[in-house]
């Protein structure tokens, strides 16, 4: 890789798999060293559910979140150790639960306390879900408007409302399972695609308030300092400020709020992209290389999920 200086950009909850970041953590002593410490951190084996599964473990919202950060730093400070990333982190973004990855790479929050909270953030995420018959719905070939008027006619008087503008014409919606259903049904008339999705509950929506206040409780029980560079946040669009409060409130509103990644990534291509700049992608998973083909084909993505 050239001496290009790199931005990050964070894999979120659905990127996870069974071996993820073990290619990384058998052939790299750095990021077996990030591994081990996940696991000292927690007091859980994270790093055997994230190597070996099962998939019904990893993909538990408290083991995916948190094995999906630590498989992600590991794969960085792999590729640093590697000689793969040599040079200077200018920016960073994450999707969804991407973004502690994004604000601790930017300095704001240590990896033991940003491990601490997103075990809590999926843990209180699960709890939440539980506790509501939630679900989602993918729909390809909605703009924003559209999406509204779809979760308008569908909603009568349960939860409905986006929850991720990912790309152009990919958008997920999420609330009340009975309102899901009435969008699978309400979305194929308008003729779009829709396809419900396998899910734990309806992130991202209303629904996930106790795990939002839940949340804020936990964000005040870290040490806090400003980022060191830009870190988008998912509910604005933009640049994270540097009035902690304002982050730490924005990583609140988050859970019940549209992630606006398409928005996030529109930012960087607008004030930080350039010829010198290189745009990596964290382990685990392709997603967001993916994104990026759909939003702007031309800017390149490097992934440095495997040591390959």
Known sequence: MSDARNIILCPGQGAQ????????????????????MADKVLGVALSDACFTGPDEKINRTDYAQAGIFTTSIATLEAAKAAGVLTSQI???????LGEYTALHLAGCLSFEDTLKLVW???????????????????????????????????????????ANFNCPGQVVI??????CDRALKIGDEMGFRVTAL??????????????????AEALEQVTWLEPAMPVLSNVTGEAHSHDIAIIKKL???QITHP???????????????SDEIQLIELGPGKVLSGLMRRIERKTKVQNIAEPA
């Open 17 to 36: 798999h069974v071996g993820m970041g073990k290619a990384w953590g058998e052939a790299n002593d750095a990021a077996k060293a990030v591994f081990a």
């Open 90 to 96: 200018v920016a960073a973004a994450g999707l969804s």
């Open 120 to 162: 809590q953030r999926g843990t209180f995420m699960q709890e939440a879900a539980e506790a509501s018959d939630g679900g989602m719905v993918a729909i390809i070939g909605a703009d924003e408007a559209q999406t509204n008027e779809l979760c308008d006619k569908a909603r009568e008087d349960d939860v409905l409302v986006p």
């Open 174 to 179: 999420s609330g009340s399972k009975v309102a």
């Open 198 to 215: 396998t899910v734990a509950g309806a992130f991202h929506s209303p629904l996930m308030q106790p795990a939002a206040d839940r949340m």
């Open 251 to 253: 990583l609140v509103d």
């Open 259 to 273: 992630v606006r990644w398409e928005a996030d990534v529109r930012w960087l291509l607008a004030n930080a992209v």
